[in-house]
Nanobody, 123 residues
């Protein structure tokens, strides 16, 4: 019923850019706080960025602040993550997650998760 589908991953050189998209199905994305997380083998899931349902509040991990930008396109029922100045340490599977509560997102909780999209940053 409810699905979050990530896309836009790929392989880029260090310093390059990618734009990830999270498209919701079965839910209206602007009713939900949305977060991006990433995970690599052998590492715990890491918070990347979050945005409130209205888009008026957003946040980033220290490791990506100033390089990544989260945004909404409500007409496309989509939350995007623009990733600039990519570094090898950004290599991971990226997941979007949604919850009606921004406070839950702040706590790392979410009712819905996408399947992930791969990002590889290497020369």
């Amino acid at each position: 019923q409810v699905q979050l589908v990530e896309s836009g991953g790929g392989s880029v050189d260090p310093g390059g850019s990618l734009r990830l998209s999270c498209v919701g199905s079965g839910l209206t994305m602007n009713y939900y706080a949305v977060a991006w997380f990433r995970q690599t083998p052998g590492k715990e899931r890491e918070f990347v960025s979050r945005i409130s349902g209205s888009g008026g509040i957003s946040g980033y991990s220290d490791s990506v602040k100033g390089r990544f930008t989260i945004s909404r396109d409500n007409a496309k029922n989509t939350v995007s993550l623009q990733m600039d100045v990519l570094k090898p340490e950004d290599t991971a599977d990226y997941y979007c997650a949604a919850d009606r509560s921004y406070q839950h997102i702040l706590a790392g909780r979410a009712d819905y998760w996408g399947q992930g999209t791969q990002v590889t940053v290497s020369s």
